[in-house]
């Protein structure tokens, strides 16, 4: 079993930046892909960001590419993801989850172990 915990989220103004943080723990031999999705009310979850466990692979949804970085250093179960020039529309619930594999992937309904998420408010 997998657990992920989530940190970071927080009520900003638009234009700040916010890092939020993503810890895996428990059986982490088998975790291929570590994510974030965000949900914002009334709408479905969106794809954010991914990075392979090794941090060899990133991937980057389409509407934040160029504003969001994740990292992760090779061998340690946290993940980090800075969101620059924050904006309204950024407001959400940001989700993290592990995938376990057998192979990366940014296909998150493939991701099996789910954090509570956390909440980012983007004031204008």
């Known amino acids: 079993q997998v657990q992920v915990v989530e940190s970071g989220g927080g009520l900003v103004q638009a234009g700040a930046s916010l890092r939020l943080s993503c810890t895996a723990s428990g059986h982490t031999s088998n975790i291929y892909t570590l994510g974030w999705v965000r949900q914002a009310p009334g709408r479905e979850r969106e794809f954010v960001a991914a990075i392979s466990w090794s941090a060899t692979r990133r991937d980057y949804g389409d509407s934040v590419k160029g504003r969001i970085r994740i990292s992760k250093a090779d061998g340690d179960n946290t993940v980090y993801m800075q969101i620059n020039s924050l904006k309204p529309e950024d407001t959400a619930v940001y989700y993290c989850?592990?995938?376990?594999?057998?192979?990366?992937?940014?296909?998150?309904?493939?991701?099996?172990?789910w954090g509570q998420g956390t909440q980012v408010t983007v004031s204008s």
């Open positions: 989850a592990a995938g376990a594999g057998p192979y990366y992937t940014v296909d998150y309904s493939d991701w099996e172990y």
